[in-house]
């Protein structure tokens, strides 16, 4: 399967700008197109998806276990059907990954995982001979990493790509595209990050055609498409979630309801797949929106999001606050569920379900977290390690229940709460597939 990984020295180079196009581009061309997001993220794949009109999925090492991100790829790339090219974009830099672990989760890392070559992003913004110096010592900072040639970001003039071009040619690394400082395409951000395209779809659509416009008329990307050729075949077998959950639980078809609507963009495509392979029948709620539960309900998944601004708009819904504050079904809840479950968030009331109050602060807190399941759940076993990451701009009163959900650091994290589990912390079901059984299997009792 051709496959090209879209990387960069640093956050900030254009990486987006230039994966999601290139998506576009790719699809306009009537290929068939697999798109794909280094690391943990929730936002970027939003907009991939929308680009290549195909799940966008994430290969992340630390998530998932290094052994399954060639297998995920394969997976992706032929469900619903086979695609004809992956694109993988990066995260941070090119080397940056888990803290302290010598680049594992990078997207150097994952480009030696799925053996494909990358391309480059750079911004050149005050740069001359020295981006080409940049893009050589990204290579040679790892040899087993291919870097298959750059794409030049933010050229100031006509006269600056010549002398980039020159000197990307004297070292040998093919441009496979310049694009100019004043085409730069602005997509909405908010304090995570971009704003997820489920919250804007209509202003989404525009952005990825002017993306995809953009790459278009400034890369080569017939040279991409040769790059991505020159990727050996992957000889592991892809991921199947059947085999993963060792298939249905049971006979029956439990109804798992899985928030969605533009308050709970963040989900991984895997997760929804693993709940049907082990025998759940899967139905979206918006909380936005929808005055109950679907029909038959006996279990809820509400990831996470953007709650806090959706806030009056969430309390205002108050038939479906009410029902979830008495559902006597196992919830699971991650970030924006968690907030969503408890009594206020920033005074405005919520669910109720759980004795905390929530509240905006301006502090990050932003990691990897190698966890361990401190009570029995629906989601997890006592001692059950799990890895997963947190990203929020919240806090909790109290920060955790009687019953924590996980203990890292030496400190206990999240609520469980009877049937409910509930925490901040994020976590890739294809990287403990016995959560979606142990979820399923509780659902059915």
């Given at each position: 399967?051709?496959?090209?990984?879209?990387?960069?020295?640093?956050?900030?180079?254009?990486?987006?700008?230039?994966?999601?196009?290139?998506?576009?581009?790719?699809?306009?061309?009537?290929?068939?197109?697999?798109?794909?997001?280094?690391?943990?993220?929730?936002?970027?794949?939003?907009?991939?998806?929308?680009?290549?009109?195909?799940?966008?999925?994430?290969?992340?090492?630390?998530?998932?276990?290094?052994?399954?991100?060639?297998?995920?790829?394969?997976?992706?790339?032929?469900?619903?059907?086979?695609?004809?090219?992956?694109?993988?974009?990066?995260?941070?830099?090119?080397?940056?990954?888990?803290?302290?672990?010598?680049?594992?989760?990078?997207?150097?890392?994952?480009?030696?995982?799925?053996?494909?070559?990358?391309?480059?992003?750079?911004?050149?913004?005050?740069?001359?001979?020295?981006?080409?110096?940049?893009?050589?010592?990204?290579?040679?900072?790892?040899?087993?990493?291919?870097?298959?040639?750059?794409?030049?970001?933010?050229?100031?003039?006509?006269?600056?790509?010549?002398?980039?071009?020159?000197?990307?040619?004297?070292?040998?690394?093919?441009?496979?595209?310049?694009?100019?400082?004043?085409?730069?395409?602005?997509?909405?951000?908010?304090?995570?990050?971009?704003?997820?395209?489920?919250?804007?779809?209509?202003?989404?659509?525009?952005?990825?055609?002017?993306?995809?416009?953009?790459?278009?008329?400034?890369?080569?990307?017939?040279?991409?498409?040769?790059?991505?050729?020159?990727?050996?075949?992957?000889?592991?077998?892809?991921?199947?979630?059947?085999?993963?959950?060792?298939?249905?639980?049971?006979?029956?078809?439990?109804?798992?309801?899985?928030?969605?609507?533009?308050?709970?963009?963040?989900?991984?495509?895997?997760?929804?797949?693993?709940?049907?392979?082990?025998?759940?029948?899967?139905?979206?709620?918006?909380?936005?929106?929808?005055?109950?539960?679907?029909?038959?309900?006996?279990?809820?998944?509400?990831?996470?999001?953007?709650?806090?601004?959706?806030?009056?708009?969430?309390?205002?819904?108050?038939?479906?606050?009410?029902?979830?504050?008495?559902?006597?079904?196992?919830?699971?809840?991650?970030?924006?569920?968690?907030?969503?479950?408890?009594?206020?968030?920033?005074?405005?009331?919520?669910?109720?379900?759980?004795?905390?109050?929530?509240?905006?602060?301006?502090?990050?807190?932003?990691?990897?977290?190698?966890?361990?399941?401190?009570?029995?759940?629906?989601?997890?076993?006592?001692?059950?390690?799990?890895?997963?990451?947190?990203?929020?701009?919240?806090?909790?009163?109290?920060?955790?229940?009687?019953?924590?959900?996980?203990?890292?650091?030496?400190?206990?994290?999240?609520?469980?709460?009877?049937?409910?589990?509930?925490?901040?912390?994020?976590?890739?079901?294809?990287?403990?597939?016995?959560?979606?059984?142990?979820?399923?299997?509780?659902?059915a009792r």
């Open positions: 399967m051709p496959r090209v990984v879209v990387a960069a020295p640093a956050s900030g180079h254009g990486k987006t700008t230039v994966a999601t196009g290139l998506l576009a581009a790719l699809r306009r061309r009537g290929l068939a197109v697999s798109p794909h997001k280094v690391g943990p993220d929730y936002i970027d794949p939003g907009y991939h998806a929308l680009a290549a009109g195909r799940p966008g999925r994430n290969l992340d090492p630390w998530l998932v276990g290094e052994e399954r991100i060639a297998p995920l790829l394969r997976h992706g790339a032929r469900t619903p059907v086979p695609a004809d090219i992956a694109v993988i974009e990066g995260v941070m830099g090119l080397h940056d990954g888990a803290v302290g672990r010598r680049g594992y989760a990078s997207t150097a890392h994952v480009a030696r995982l799925v053996d494909a070559p990358v391309l480059l992003v750079l911004d050149t913004t005050a740069q001359g001979r020295s981006a080409a110096a940049t893009a050589l010592g990204m290579a040679a900072f790892d040899p087993r990493v291919r870097l298959g040639g750059v794409i030049l970001n933010r050229v100031g003039s006509p006269r600056h790509e010549r002398l980039l071009r020159d000197a990307f040619a004297e070292v040998g690394v093919p441009v496979l595209g310049a694009l100019a400082r004043t085409a730069e395409v602005a997509a909405p951000a908010r304090h995570l990050g971009l704003v997820p395209v489920a919250e804007r779809a209509p202003e989404s659509v525009a952005v990825v055609d002017a993306l995809a416009d953009l790459v278009e008329s400034t890369v080569d990307v017939d040279a991409v498409r040769d790059l991505a050729r020159t990727a050996p075949p992957l000889t592991a077998p892809a991921w199947d979630p059947v085999t993963a959950v060792g298939g249905p639980a049971g006979t029956t078809r439990p109804v798992v309801a899985v928030a969605g609507g533009p308050a709970f963009t963040f989900a991984y495509a895997e997760t929804a797949e693993l709940l049907i392979a082990a025998g759940a029948r899967v139905v979206t709620v918006d909380p936005l929106r929808d005055p109950a539960l679907p029909a038959g309900t006996r279990a809820v998944v509400i990831g996470g999001g953007f709650p806090e601004a959706y806030a009056e708009r969430l309390a205002a819904n108050t038939a479906l606050r009410a029902e979830l504050a008495g559902f006597g079904g196992p919830v699971v809840a991650e970030c924006a569920g968690l907030l969503y479950l408890g009594r206020s968030l920033d005074g405005v009331p919520m669910c109720g379900r759980l004795d905390l109050a929530a509240r905006m602060t301006g502090t990050l807190t932003l990691g990897y977290r190698a966890a361990v399941a401190a009570a029995d759940s629906p989601l997890a076993g006592a001692g059950d390690p799990v890895r997963g990451h947190e990203f929020h701009r919240t806090v909790t009163d109290p920060r955790h229940g009687d019953r924590p959900a996980w203990r890292w650091d030496g400190a206990a994290h999240g609520f469980v709460d009877g049937l409910v589990h509930a925490s901040y912390l994020h976590t890739h079901w294809a990287g403990h597939p016995g959560a979606a059984r142990r979820l399923v299997e509780a659902a």
